[in-house]
């Protein structure tokens, strides 16, 4: 569902917007168009909890100046167009109190659900790896209980057990980790 606005907005307009809102609503921008997401389903957000664990766990292990988000932060794809991940690595120095937008993530997450999976595979897709500083983006899905693991400049590879090599930024985890217990 698109939320009627005025005119088309930028990623800054967008934040700018949402900070005003009375409530916290899941929204992405969309090609300036503010739309709403639908409500999650349990094994949505249990698994998109699991893989920020996950994620954080490895970069603990890894010894890592990285941070883990889970969902609500904004990824600036262009102008017009910001995503909300399920979750997201990012290097370097820790945002700012009160930031809405993570400039650089390394690696960024997407749980499938019946009425994002096309867009996650596509439109999401194409658009992450825009940004040069993405190295990965990881696809969950909670029903067929699999990773599909897409790295710049490499073939994607779908898994449901074994260990998952992220690097950059140098992350060893197990995909089990990701989706979490059944």
């Not at 300036?32 to 996950?54: F, N, S, Y």
């Not at 932060?73 to 017009?80: A, F, N, P």
């Amino acid at each position: 569902m698109t939320i009627a606005l005025r005119r088309p907005l930028t990623v800054e307009d967008y934040v700018a917007w949402a900070k005003s809102q009375p409530e916290r609503q899941r929204t992405e921008l969309i090609n300036g168009q503010v739309v709403a997401m639908a409500p999650e389903r349990v094994e949505h957000g249990e698994v998109k909890l699991a893989a920020a664990i996950a994620l954080r766990a490895a970069v603990t292990r890894a010894g890592l100046d990285c941070h883990v988000l889970g969902d609500g932060m904004t990824v600036r794809i262009d102008d017009h167009t910001g995503y909300e991940p399920d979750a997201l690595v990012y290097c370097g120095e820790r945002l700012a109190r009160g930031s809405m937008i993570v400039a650089a993530p390394v690696i960024v997450v997407e749980v499938l659900s019946p009425t994002t999976a096309h867009t996650d595979t596509s439109a999401k897709l194409i658009g992450y790896f825009k940004l040069p500083s993405i190295a990965h983006y990881l696809v969950l899905d909670p029903d067929a209980r699999s990773v599909t693991h897409h790295a710049r400049d490499r073939r994607p590879e779908v898994l449901a057990t074994g260990w998952l090599r992220l690097d950059p930024p140098g992350l060893d985890l197990a995909v089990e980790e990701l989706l979490g217990a059944a």
